[in-house]
């Protein structure tokens, strides 16, 4: 298979390779999927003939992603996914809890939906700091 892409496509490649990775294999442990890694190890390893190389380093015969390329933004980007997703699931969460409803959409259920949007507000306000742990 031969895929054509101008220098500004396989540099974006890169980051959704290095992005899907990352979401698959970060929290992994010893437990990885191998053919992802292997995966970006093969498209980061073209990376010097395409005028790229600072985004590489070696390390026992291995092409990994170099610190400038890690440190170049892209934990950013990733970082501001994951405090989506964070809120998201925390508004939805506790909404339910607060509505004691395990099972329906929120798209078909007004009254969840608009728990949702409180918590929503408030966390775009202020973040976790009103949150209170009581047992």
């Not at 190890?41 to 610190?67: D, N, Q």
């Amino acid at each position: 298979m031969n895929i054509e892409l101008t220098e500004k496509e396989f540099r974006r490649l890169l980051d959704l390779v290095y992005v899907g990775n990352w979401v698959l294999n970060s929290a992994r442990g010893d437990d990885r999927f191998e053919d992802y890694d292997n995966m970006q190890e093969k498209l980061f390893a073209l990376c010097p003939e395409h005028g790229m190389r600072a985004l590489i380093t070696r390390w026992y015969g291995h092409v990994f992603p170099s610190p400038a390329y890690e440190n170049g933004g892209i934990h950013e980007a990733i970082a501001d996914y994951e405090d989506a997703v964070f809120f998201d699931i925390l508004a939805e969460e506790l909404a339910r809890r607060d509505l004691e409803d395990g099972e329906t959409l929120p798209e078909t259920d007004p009254e969840l939906m608009a728990r949702i949007e409180e918590y929503y507000s408030e966390f775009e306000q202020n973040g976790i700091d009103h949150l209170i742990i009581e047992e």
